[in-house]
């Protein structure tokens, strides 16, 4: 290694080889932070900066301390050959990324003091510079492939989010719109904003812009914002459905008991999620998208659910073939109806009913994939909940006679069953609950009911759903003295085998079969249980003459008797045997044994 009077010297004297010979000469002795003030002198001669400049981006993104020379490279070099190599440059992050990544089912993510983040947010700084600076008939042609590698490098990191911001408002051009109510406490450099212009070296190759460039960079701009924003909100637990029902629903939260909106209030972390969002929707109405008309709700319902806005990017004539992303455009509704109801924001009235436009919008997202679609897009199906609920909230429920509120349901409910957020699998339980009490046709409720009862094997969790909605449908028909399809014994004989079936075979299985089916089942079982006290031990007007006894021999029996050998068992942690303790005292409270 050279000393460093060694290297400062050969930098300032290399400049007058030849341009190769130069650059051999910066890359043996540029290899330390501590000659980068030398070469950010010599970087000052505009016309070596433009020949070698797009040369030196590579070798200085790997030295600490690069930023102000990338800066007067970005600022002085040719800015459509210096931004190739910025591209390239987002292009090896990418791969980077895979290389760092911890493969740990437990915690998985990448190594905690990666610089990679770093380098994407000084390569997003140059970019900002770069893309003001060329001055062609249609910069959109380099503004959508670079785009596509910053999305391509991008986590969905606060750092990271927070200079693909500041990348979208330099490019925007518009003035920066007021900052949502809760401010991030996150911040990172941004060199074309903070940075002197004035240093800015013209296009060596300056034309005279085309007329329809602003629509198309507009567009661009619009479609990677949504992207951004469908990969921030999928990554991140941002829980507005969950939100959003202790806000439509104070009356039923518990003293003294945190809520989900109290938690995002006082954590430091989860307020920068809410403000990141809040960020990316400010970006999205300063370009433009600030009304949610039928027109809007429209272009998703026709639109391609599952397609990628960005493979437009390096290719396209008009804008009309620039989308926006469909999730993301999604989320932003969510997030527009999330952040007037919660924080009171003047976010525009999303022009929509629940029937037709979110059950059909719902049903196009789940696909026939409902598992693995739910489970990549987590954050997606939150958003589909809090539009639901939303429209409900504002009693914007439908625009047609005819609607099919039974496979509206069965997506909800779906998404109770496989959502990895056990709030998000409550919420849309319960919003699935009060869209069947509120369904004026008794008869329809019933066959909903037995219908989920009678289908759902395979998701016992839905089948204890359905109980529970079962035995608010009760206690309503009876408070309310109806006469109806649930006032009477017959609701219960019909639904009896369904909600009792035979468990007599449980008898006859071995230990480990008894755990698994306990493990399976066990929400409907103690869903039942309940349900069982509530009517042999309350409402015993309900229940069919000689029903008692036949129940207690093909339901409560192999039960009990398979609980008490699982009690006994080793290798039953402590919260089964509370819960297995908690059905066999239920049960044998009845006297049906």
């Not at 990895?420 to 609950?433: H, K």
């Not at 006032?487 to 449980?506: A, G, N, T």
């Not at 755990?515 to 309940?530: E, G, P, R, Y």
């Amino acid at each position: 290694m050279p000393e460093l009077s060694e290297s400062i010297k050969a930098i300032q004297e290399g400049a007058k080889e030849d341009r190769f010979t130069y650059l051999t000469i910066l890359q043996y002795h540029v290899t330390s932070p501590e000659a980068l003030p030398t070469l950010n002198e010599v970087l000052q001669d505009a016309e070596l900066t433009q020949e070698i400049g797009w040369d030196l981006v590579q070798m200085l993104l790997n030295i600490q301390g690069s930023e102000t020379c990338l800066e007067t490279v970005a600022r002085l070099g040719n800015p459509r050959e210096v931004v190739i190599k910025v591209m390239e440059a987002l292009e090896g992050l990418t791969i980077a990324w895979n290389d760092e990544v911890i493969v740990d089912v437990d915690d998985p993510g990448v190594i905690p003091d990666s610089n990679i983040p770093g380098k994407f947010i000084t390569l997003l700084g140059m970019l900002a510079i770069l893309h003001r600076r060329i001055k062609t008939k249609y910069p959109s042609r380099f503004l959508g492939p670079s785009l596509v590698k910053v999305f391509e490098a991008y986590q969905p990191m606060p750092e990271m989010t927070a200079s693909v911001i500041n990348l979208v408002y330099s490019l925007s051009g518009r003035k920066r719109p007021p900052l949502p109510s809760r401010k991030s406490s996150v911040t990172v450099a941004n060199p074309d904003q903070d940075g002197d212009a004035s240093k800015n070296a013209p296009d060596p190759e300056a034309e005279q812009e085309d007329p329809n460039e602003d629509a198309m960079q507009s567009k661009l701009l619009q479609s990677f914002v949504t992207c951004i924003l469908q990969r921030y909100v999928n990554a991140l637990d941002m829980l507005w459905s969950p939100r959003l029902l202790e806000a439509y629903n104070p009356e039923k939260l518990i003293p003294g008991k945190k809520t989900t909106t109290e938690a995002f209030r006082e954590n430091e972390e989860l307020q920068n999620r809410d403000a990141v969002v809040g960020h990316l929707v400010a970006l999205l109405r300063d370009l433009g998208l600030d009304k949610c008309p039928g027109e809007f709700v429209k272009s998703i319902l026709d639109g391609p659910t599952h397609m990628d806005p960005l493979a437009a990017f390096d290719d396209f004539s008009s804008v009309d073939e620039i989308h926006l992303s469909p999730g993301g455009t999604v989320c932003l509704i969510a997030y527009w109806i999330f952040s007037k109801d919660v924080f009171g924001s003047d976010s525009p009235q999303p022009e929509m009913h629940i029937f037709p436009d979110h059950v059909s919008i719902l049903a196009r997202f789940l696909g026939r994939e409902v598992q693995a679609e739910i489970l990549a897009s987590p954050g997606i199906a939150d958003a589909m909940l809090a539009i639901g609920l939303g429209l409900q909230h504002r009693k914007l429920i439908k625009t047609t006679k005819e609607i099919n509120l039974m496979a509206y349901l069965h997506n909800l409910t779906l998404i109770s069953v496989f959502h990895t957020d056990i709030q998000v699998r409550n919420a849309a339980a319960s919003y699935a609950g009060s869209l069947l009490h509120s369904e004026p046709d008794d008869q329809i409720r019933l066959e909903i009911l037995e219908d989920l009862l009678e289908n759902c094997g395979m998701f016992p969790s839905l089948k204890a759903c359905a109980v529970a909605w079962l035995k608010e449908e009760l206690i309503t028909a009876k408070q309310g003295n109806q006469s109806n399809q649930f006032s009477s014994p017959d609701v219960i004989e019909r639904l009896q085998y369904f909600l009792f079936p035979d468990m007599q075979s449980l008898n006859e299985m071995g230990t480990k079969a008894l755990i698994d089916f306990w493990s399976q089942n066990h929400m409907f079982l103690l869903q039942v249980a309940n349900f069982a006290y509530f009517l042999f031990a309350g409402c015993t007007d309900l229940v069919p003459a000689g029903m008692g006894a036949a129940v207690g021999q093909r339901f409560v029996e192999p039960i009990v008797a398979a609980a008490d050998k699982l009690q006994k068992t080793e290798g039953t942690n402590g919260e089964d045997n509370m819960q297995l303790g908690i059905l066999t005292d239920r049960l044998r409270s009845l006297g049906l044994q």
